[in-house]
């Protein structure tokens, strides 16, 4: 492939993945990781932080290419939820197009505001994804909000839950040996994936739909700028 431009369209995005399975990766959700292992192996992840929609193009993308991913669902974002009348067909989409379906979890930020402790909370978001999906959940990854603290993930989750009684068999920290590529805040602080992968046979990628595809950008600085509940010092991070 030449004279790819390493942006956020659809366009590259297809590229990175196409040229990751001419590289001989297999390329996996969670769920499915295991039996992967002992091969160039990329295990595919998204956080569907704010806007859904955007999700479904990208779960579009991958079942064209044989490719099925986890998709991490809030129950509880600002912006959306899965009971809404348009997310809900949006999600419902996802999963029957084979892909994972894993829990975003907000437990530990919110157990406060709802007066319970963080292994109920977490339990109830994700009794919620399995009764309204039809599914089990056994991947959960940790939702870390605009202006989190700054040693917000020194104590994830999952430090404090213990994964066997909350019934999780996949979160991102089992992934340690694998070298972790995100495009947070809209930046690939190591590069962009398809740029990694001359370099690394073991790969977690972490993509963020919400910044993918023609308007994304300007859709989200919107969606961060109008919200009165994020200060302004954080919404000068976007
Ligand atoms: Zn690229
Ligand atoms: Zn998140």
Redesign the pocket.
Known sequence: MIN?T?DFSYK?YRE?LKKALNKGFIISNFKNSNSKRGQKQIILRHDIDYIPYRALKIAQIEKSLGIYSTFFVRVHGEYYHPFEKKVYPIMSQIRNMGHEIGLHTEARNLSEGFKTNIKELFLLEKNILEKIFDLKIVSAAEHGDIGKPKNFWQNEIFTILNKKEVKIKFCPSDFKDYKYISDSLGKWKEG????NLDTHDKIQSLTHPDLWGEGANEELRKLIKDNPQVPEKHKKTF
Request: charged residues 0%; glycine residues 0%.
């Open positions: 790819m390493c590259h990175i962009c994936l398809c740029q």
